[in-house]
């Protein structure tokens, strides 16, 4: 069987369309699909099914991506390292949510791009949890942060930490509610309070009030900003309440900048994965960036 063929195949499972494979690819997309079909006219059996908006793979189709795309990843790697023994110079491709991937991975890795004999160069991209796994399945990266689990067998993703939530404001705002108050009333005190949040649907709001109070926010964004950072900045200006990770502003919350507005028995949590295309974990700088990154939030949790 041609590897070539297999090359393509692969890219198209992974982009989930002609089009992006093709570009990925550097190829047209008459030619991916005259090589698809060639692969499906050598195995006897539909690899794809073709729809509206790129195409879905079939049982038999899943089942040799499964198979195939490990080995040809492996291929990649001797290829691009030219089979030296020197390997300490790859370079790792990281992608995730730009606070936690700044506040927590790089700074966690940039301890691996030293000259100790077993550094490697780091390159990261930031971007919401749909494409980050969109960029890893395609190849555009080589280790991915993601709040959300991967589906199917081509990403492998695991557990690296929760995030704790806490509902924020600055003193000015906590001193308008009342010590107290929130517990008492529940969360219609907070109706007239301006929001802070990264986006209009209040994301971070309405995973809060309903983990904790049971029912939706009601009060509308005040101020948008897409960046937690930026949100605690302003929350910190007193623009309004916010919900944020406690790593993020716990120096904020210990200088008295914010205050937390309310302390649940049980706080909100999200879980960060760290997901790989499977079988990349045989390549020595993503294995090496994926133990660390496990070891280092041990100590973030």
């Not at 690819?25 to 499906?40: D, F, K, N, W, Y």
């Not at 160069?121 to 080589?142: C, K, N, P, Q, Y």
């Not at 700088?285 to 939030?297: G, N, Q, S, T, V």
Request: hydrophobic share 45%; aromatic share 6%; glycine share 8%.
């Amino acid at each position: 069987m041609d590897l070539a063929l297999l090359r393509t195949f692969v890219t198209v499972h992974r982009a989930g369309s002609f089009t992006r494979a093709a570009a990925l690819l550097g190829l047209s997309q008459p030619a991916v699909t005259s090589q698809i079909r060639t692969l499906e006219r050598q195995l006897g059996r539909p690899l794809f099914l073709r729809q509206a908006r790129g195409v879905t793979p079939t049982t038999i189709g899943d089942e040799l991506a499964h198979k195939a795309a490990p080995h040809l990843d492996a291929l990649v790697e001797i290829a691009e390292s030219g089979l030296e023994e020197d390997s300490s110079l790859r370079t790792l491709h990281l992608a995730g949510p730009p606070e936690f991937t700044a506040e927590r991975a790089l700074p966690a890795l940039t301890e691996l791009t030293g000259e100790d004999g077993q550094s490697f160069a780091l390159r990261a991209s930031f971007g919401t949890a749909e494409e980050v796994i969109e960029g890893l399945a395609a190849g555009h990266h080589d280790l991915a942060i993601s709040t959300v689990r991967p589906r199917g067998a081509l990403l492998s993703a695991t557990a690296l930490c929760d995030e704790e939530h806490v509902l924020v404001a600055a003193p000015r705002w906590a001193e308008r509610i009342g010590s107290g108050t929130l517990r008492r009333t529940g969360p219609s005190v907070l109706e007239h309070v301006p929001v802070v949040e990264v986006h209009e649907s209040l994301p971070f709001l309405a995973r809060y009030w309903a983990a904790v109070f049971d029912s939706r926010p009601v009060a509308p964004g005040t101020v948008i900003v897409p960046d937690l950072r930026a949100v605690l900045a302003c929350a910190t200006a007193g623009a309004g309440l916010a919900v944020l990770p406690r790593y993020l502003c716990t120096g904020a919350l210990q200088r008295g900048d914010v205050v937390a507005l309310h302390e649940p028995t049980v706080s909100p949590l999200r879980t960060y994965f760290l997901v790989v295309r499977t079988g990349t974990l045989a390549m020595p700088h993503i294995a090496r960036a994926h133990e660390w990154l496990e070891r280092a939030a041990t100590g973030w949790c």
